[in-house]
């Protein structure tokens, strides 16, 4: 190798190894600006996609229930539908099969509203949509699809959201509620499902809150979303007395302190007592300026609903729910859900009924 190109090849060297620190503090902005430009426009590009797709895949379903399967011609649509896949996936290839066709009819009866799907779909993409198409209930599909935008979810976690029946369990935790409530609706859920915690028979509170704070984000998402981690076993001293809370967190959107016990076993009506002390303590002590004030949730292996209906704890802000350390088979998750549902909405009626003195 001449010696020209020898010096010409340390040079490239040289300006391969430089690093991004050697860059002057005025270039790094630009190199900042320029980034956050093109990351932007990516993120553009990809949302105004995914918005064209989906929204071409609503129109072309419209278009076939219309003409094809529309005014009772349900036979005979079938077979054109047959007919009409594998034109389209002659001429553009996949994503025009017949299964794909009968979800494009499906979404656009599901989501006849287009304004409410031209905003949904830009910030979801058609494989969350093919998520929330088997749901039966139009108040579900509308709580995953908000719940997966507010979150920015991936399809995975919209997914795992579903089969983890979040929408049964929000309504169930919402309907343990009653007037009055300082509990905000849907802040959190009941049963809270631990099963990541690899927890087995025999565990301690102590090992509860380990395998928690081992596995801290997955709990935070369970717990619900805009949920950050503040302290463990926080400190309290009340009449020269050590008293510790288990967890405390802070739900960024509300702006208030969370005060989370846990507890073994079934729910004791002494603890009650216990978390109302935290409560005003952190009330006292901890709440800044601009916040809200702290609420508290007593986590329990088994909630007693009778003793927490007659005790009225929401009017203080406190919420007791379950958890279960294992996930039940599906058909059993999915039983075991709606009798809590189903007693919850028969105390709710009772306690609607008027009282025999009452005119």
């Given amino acids: 190798m001449n010696e020209p190109a020898a010096r010409s090849?340390?040079?490239?060297?040289?300006?391969?190894?430089r690093s991004v620190a050697a860059v002057p503090s005025s270039e790094q902005d630009l190199v900042a600006q320029v980034s956050a430009l093109i990351e932007g426009a990516r993120e553009s590009i990809a949302s105004y996609a995914n918005a064209t797709l989906t929204m071409t895949y609503w129109q072309v379903g419209s278009i076939i229930d219309a003409e094809v399967l529309g005014a009772g011609r349900a036979e005979y649509g079938a077979q054109i539908l047959v007919t009409l896949s594998q034109e389209l996936t002659g001429r553009f290839g996949r994503g025009f099969d017949e299964p794909n066709l009968n979800r494009m009819v499906k979404l656009s009866r599901l989501f006849p509203d287009r304004e409410i799907l031209v905003t949904l779909s830009q910030k979801l993409s058609w494989s969350h949509f093919l998520?929330?198409?088997?749901?039966?209930?139009?108040?579900?599909?509308?709580?995953?699809?908000?719940e997966a935008v507010a979150g920015r979810w991936t399809v995975r976690e919209l997914r795992r959201a579903i089969s983890r029946k979040a929408y049964e369990r929000r309504e169930l935790a919402d309907s343990q509620l009653g007037p009055g409530s300082?509990?905000?609706?849907?802040?959190?859920?009941?049963?809270?499902?631990?099963?990541?915690?690899?927890?087995h028979d025999g565990y301690l509170e102590a090992d509860l809150e380990a395998a928690i704070l081992r596995d801290l984000e997955a709990f935070l998402l369970?717990?619900?979303?805009?949920?950050?981690?503040?302290?463990?076993?926080?400190?309290?001293?009340?009449?020269?007395?050590?008293f510790h809370l288990d967890l405390l967190l802070y739900h960024r959107p509300l702006k208030r302190l969370v005060a989370v016990e846990l507890k073994i076993g079934d729910f004791d009506a002494r603890y009650e007592g216990?978390?109302?002390?935290?409560l005003k303590w952190l009330n006292r002590h901890e709440r800044q300026e601009g916040e809200e004030a702290p609420v508290g949730l007593i986590l329990c292996a088994e909630a007693s609903r009778e003793q927490i209906e007659l005790l009225e704890m929401h009017k203080d802000g406190i919420v007791?729910?379950?958890?279960w350390t294992a996930l039940p088979p599906k058909h059993e998750l999915e039983q075991r859900l709606q009798l809590m549902l189903r007693e919850a909405r028969e105390r709710l009626a009772r306690r609607e009924l008027p009282s025999a003195g009452d005119d």
């Fill in 9 to 17: 090849r340390e040079s490239g060297d040289g300006l391969a190894r």
């Fill in 131 to 146: 998520a929330l198409l088997p749901l039966r209930s139009e108040d579900a599909r509308a709580f995953y699809a908000e």
């Fill in 182 to 199: 300082l509990v905000p609706a849907d802040t959190f859920s009941d049963p809270y499902l631990l099963d990541f915690l690899g927890l």
């Fill in 222 to 242: 369970e717990v619900g979303t805009g949920f950050t981690f503040v302290e463990r076993q926080k400190r309290m001293v009340i009449d020269g007395k050590d």
């Fill in 274 to 278: 216990q978390m109302k002390l935290y």
């Fill in 320 to 323: 007791v729910a379950e958890y």
